[in-house]
């Protein structure tokens, strides 16, 4: 079964600081990794995925992740916040066996960015 | 390259009745999935669907059903409404089953009243 489990519903940063934005995964088989946006009244944007080829992943609009195999972890980050990155965040993760076709998504971050 | 496209954008419908909503993928993406989004549950895989062969299905009732057509668009229904059943509904598309990531279309929001 796999599960992921992003910490902290709501994060709020300054403009300009770092965003860190967290994401565990729980999967029986080696996973794919995805980081998803969501403005409001919008559908999801694609940030980032995992697909073995390399731990550390880079992504759109600045953002990246790192695949932690030890920690069972894939955090976002983004070194300087700017306000249109307000929007909400998904973590999601995909088996590689072929009946798993299907994302699951964790409960999604928040983020806020202040002036 | 078109997006994916789902229509309608919003709909409004009475308890007990049946909706029909539609997603065409990207051209050449023959895989298609639904989820479904609410404040509650998050998202929430519905079923997939490749070369219009129904692969995955997530834990719905029966009134929750979809099909392929042969150009791989597809359709979601949903018969006998519930209020419950109020919700952002994405429609995601890929060309490799999902493992190299969805394209997800901007949703249809569905209101039961």
């Known amino acids: 079964a796999q599960s992921v489990t992003q910490l902290g519903s709501h994060v709020s940063v300054s403009e300009g600081a770092l965003v860190l934005l967290r994401c565990n995964y729980s999967?029986?088989?080696?996973?794919?990794l995805f980081w998803y946006v969501q403005y409001p009244n919008q559908g999801l944007q694609l940030l980032l995925k995992y697909t073995s080829a390399a731990t550390l992943v880079k992504g759109i609009n600045g953002f990246e992740a790192e695949f932690k195999k030890s920690e069972t972890s894939f955090h976002l980050t983004k070194p300087s916040a700017h306000m249109s990155d307000a929007a909400e965040y998904f973590c999601a993760v995909s088996g590689r066996s072929g009946s798993q076709g299907n994302l699951i998504f964790g409960k999604g971050t928040k983020l806020s960015v202040k002036p | 390259k078109a997006g994916v496209t789902q229509t309608p954008r919003y709909l409004i419908k009475t308890r007990g009745q049946q909706v029909t909503l539609s997603c065409s993928p990207i051209s050449g993406h023959r895989s298609v999935s639904w989820y479904q989004q609410t404040p509650g549950q998050g998202l929430q895989f519905l079923f997939e669907?490749?070369?219009?062969?129904?692969?995955n299905k997530g834990n719905f009732p029966g009134r929750f059903s979809g099909r392929q057509f042969s150009n791989s668009r597809s359709e979601m229904n949903v018969s006998t409404l519930e209020l419950g059943d109020s919700a952002l509904y994405l429609c995601?598309?890929?060309?490799?089953?999902?493992?190299?990531?969805?394209?997800f279309g901007s949703g249809t929001r569905l209101t039961v009243v």
């Open positions: 999967s029986s088989v080696p996973p794919y």
């Open positions: 995601a598309s890929s060309d490799n089953r999902g493992n190299y990531g969805y394209t």
């Open positions: 669907y490749f070369s219009e062969t129904q692969r």
